[in-house]
Every structure is written in C-alpha cells, then in structure tokens.
C-alpha cells in the first residue's frame, strides 16, 4: 500500500522557519514527481514546490526564494525547508506522488496534510 506521511508542521512567529518532510513508500517514490501543495480553508489547494525523480524543481512565484524543495532518494523523504515565514503561509501543506506506474498508467498520491501555523 502506497503511503505519503508528513511531518514537520507547527506554530511559528513570522521570520521564523520550518522543515517539513514527507516520507513515502519505496515502490514510488524513486520514479515519481514530489510535490508540496498548501489549502486554507475556503481555497482551492495551491502548487508550492514541486522536484522530479531527476532533481529537477519548479516553484509558485509567491514562495520563490523563500521555499526549497529537495529529495533524498536513500530515505524516500522529500522534504520543504521554508524560511521567512510569514502569516500568509499558514495552512495545511499536503505532500503528493504523481507519476507513471509499470503498467503504464498515471497515478496520484496524496499525504494527509500537516498544518503550519505562523503568527504575526
């Protein structure tokens, strides 16, 4: 069974900065895309990073600079370091897998979500 778990979500003031990591299942994760997505409540889930299985990365333009996408392909683990926080961050961010599977069709996961939470 295919898994994404995030960790790394918490409460910090604005300037602060947070690492947040997603583990995912060794059957995908080496092939596949890995994003980091983030929803409030009322808005639709945005693209903030995301990193191909060859390193590749592409950001939101509202987080360029202030977020890092990377992937260690020994631990599975994609991870966001996010710094400069600031109170327009918060939300829930969301690790997704996207990618083809041996059997040649698309396939799409998606972790539960960790909330960060930035105070002014």
């Known amino acids: 069974q295919v898994q994404l778990v995030e960790s790394g979500g918490g409460l910090v003031q604005a300037g602060g900065s947070l690492r947040l990591s997603c583990g995912a299942s060794?059957?995908?994760?080496?092939?596949?895309?890995m994003g980091w997505h983030r929803q409030v409540p009322g808005k639709q889930r945005e693209l903030v990073a995301a990193?191909?299985?060859?390193?590749?990365?592409n950001y939101a333009e509202s987080v360029k600079g202030r977020f890092t996408i990377s992937r260690d392909s020994a631990e599975n683990t994609v991870y966001l370091q996010i710094d400069s926080l600031k109170p327009e961050d918060t939300a829930v961010y969301y690790c997704?897998?996207?990618?083809?599977?041996?059997?040649?069709?698309?396939?799409?996961?998606w972790g539960r979500g960790t909330q960060v939470t930035v105070s002014s």
């Open positions: 997704n897998a996207v990618g083809v599977g041996v059997d040649g069709r698309e396939y799409g996961y």
């Open positions: 990193i191909t299985s060859a390193g590749s990365t």
């Open positions: 060794r059957s995908i994760f080496r092939t596949s895309t």
